[in-house]
Nanobody, 125 residues
C-alpha cells in the first residue's frame, strides 16, 4: 500500500499561517484524487480541499480564499497552505489520496486508497 505521512501542524495565533505537507511513499504512484480533510472531536471528518489528476482544485466554502492545495508529483508531495487562520480551523488535519502504484513484478500495478495519521492544528484567539 501507499503510506501517507502529514507534517507541519502546530499552534498558531488567529490570523497566522501554517503549511501542511503530506508525503507519499510507494513506487510509481499515480494519483487520481488527493485531498485534505479535518476532524474535531465528536464530529465527522470533513473535506477541506481536493485536487485531481488534472490539477483542478475544490475547496470547502469555509476555507475559500484562505487555503491553497498544491502538489509536487516529482516528490510525491501534497501541501495545504493555510492563511488567515481562525479558531474554528482548529482540528486534526488528514491527507487522503487514491490512485495506483506499482507493487512488485508479481502483482504489478495495484489500486490504493490511503489516509495519513493526522496532524493537529490549533488556532488560538
Amino acid at each position: 500500500q501507499v503510506q501517507l505521512v502529514e507534517s507541519g501542524g502546530g499552534l498558531v495565533q488567529a490570523g497566522g499561517s501554517l503549511k501542511l505537507s503530506c508525503a507519499a511513499s510507494g513506487r510509481s504512484i499515480s494519483t487520481n484524487y488527493a485531498g485534505w480533510y479535518r476532524q474535531t472531536p465528536g464530529k465527522q471528518r470533513d473535506l477541506v480541499a481536493l485536487i485531481d489528476s488534472e490539477g483542478t482544485t475544490n475547496y470547502a466554502e469555509s476555507v475559500k480564499g484562505r487555503f491553497t492545495i498544491s502538489r509536487d508529483r516529482t516528490k510525491n508531495m501534497m501541501y495545504l497552505q493555510m492563511n488567515s487562520l481562525k479558531p474554528e480551523d482548529t482540528a486534526v488535519y488528514y491527507c487522503h489520496a487514491e490512485g495506483t502504484y506499482y507493487r512488485d513484478t508479481h502483482y504489478g500495478v495495484k489500486p490504493f486508497d490511503s489516509w495519513g495519521q493526522g496532524t493537529q492544528v490549533t488556532v488560538s484567539s
